[in-house]
């Protein structure tokens, strides 16, 4: 059994220096071009972002782990919907587009 205990007001103050620090990176980033690697620094930045909110704001960091498996059941079935949309629009016949013909 947990005892919530509260958090120290400088962890929040640290975790919201981290947020705001990832949202200027993630602006500044957009920026530059990177090629194939703009998307998944993108994702990943937003991964840690999300991250520290769960872990510190929402409280998850400090729960038990029914919370936490809560959590992670939640994060499947958002990949399971993602995947199958994934596939659905790769499994799609490729049908050319043809201009309307001038006469």
Same mark, same amino acid.
């Given at each position: 059994?947990?005892?919530?205990?509260p958090?120290?007001?400088t962890?929040?103050?640290?975790?919201?220096?981290?947020?705001?620090? /990832?949202? %200027?990176?993630? +602006?500044? $980033?957009?920026? *530059?071009?990177?090629?194939g &690697?703009? @998307?998944?620094?993108?994702?990943? =930045?937003?991964?840690?972002?999300?991250?520290?909110?769960?872990?510190?704001?929402?409280?998850?960091?400090?729960?038990?782990?029914?919370?936490?498996?809560?959590? /992670?059941? %939640?994060?499947? +079935?958002? $990949?399971?919907? *993602?995947?199958?949309?994934? &596939?659905? @629009?790769?499994?799609?016949?490729? =049908?050319?587009?043809v201009?309307?013909?001038?006469?």
């Amino acid at each position: 059994m947990s005892v919530w205990r509260p958090i120290n007001p400088t962890t929040y103050l640290l975790t919201w220096v981290f947020l705001v620090v /990832l949202a %200027a990176l993630s +602006f500044g $980033l957009s920026y *530059v071009r990177l090629g194939g &690697f703009e @998307v998944p620094l993108a994702m990943a =930045i937003a991964v840690a972002k999300a991250l520290l909110v769960l872990m510190f704001f929402m409280h998850l960091f400090e729960h038990r782990f029914v919370y936490g498996f809560a959590f /992670l059941i %939640a994060v499947v +079935f958002i $990949l399971i919907l *993602v995947s199958f949309t994934a &596939f659905d @629009v790769i499994t799609r016949p490729h =049908i050319p587009i043809v201009p309307p013909l001038t006469h």
